[in-house]
């Protein structure tokens, strides 16, 4: 699957010479050679045109390695990124079950992202491990949704939810 952001190979021209760029399209297929399939890619609106293919981004992965005690959903790999400075490499969990196309991203208070910076030199050697911390966490997951779907809910905590 290509993306927007292939051949970006600048970073945003604001950021300081202290700024490295890590290339989401150098990123996936180091991913993908680790057993997952890139599911999605999505780019946030930018307000500044001049930050267009610059901007923070996702890549969404699937697994059959990632399997969660939950059968209406699957859990995904999520890589966030930019370009402009906004965002390190972020790697979280994430859970998607088709009923209204919504995903429930593994919170920080459940699960830990691992966030890696734009500076040294040693980002890629670090990706594996980050991929494997975040990977771990699917017992979290599992227990955060057992937390949720337990809830049992009034009819005036529903009717806030409308």
Known sequence: MTTQFETLDQPFHTLSDKYKLVKTSELIPKIEGMGFTLEKFVANKVRNKEKQGFQKHRAI????NLKSQHNDGH???LLTNSHDGTSGVIFQLGF??????????????VGSPISLRHSGN???NKLNAAVLDVTNQVSK???SIDRMKSKVM?????????
């Open 61 to 64: 992965f699937n697994s059959p």
């Open 75 to 77: 859990v995904q790999l």
């Open 96 to 109: 998607f079950r088709l009923v209204c196309a919504n995903g429930l991203v593994l919170g920080s208070s």
């Open 122 to 124: 040693d980002l890629y």
């Open 141 to 143: 997951l599992d227990a």
């Open 154 to 162: 009034s009819t005036t905590d529903t009717m806030q939810f409308i």
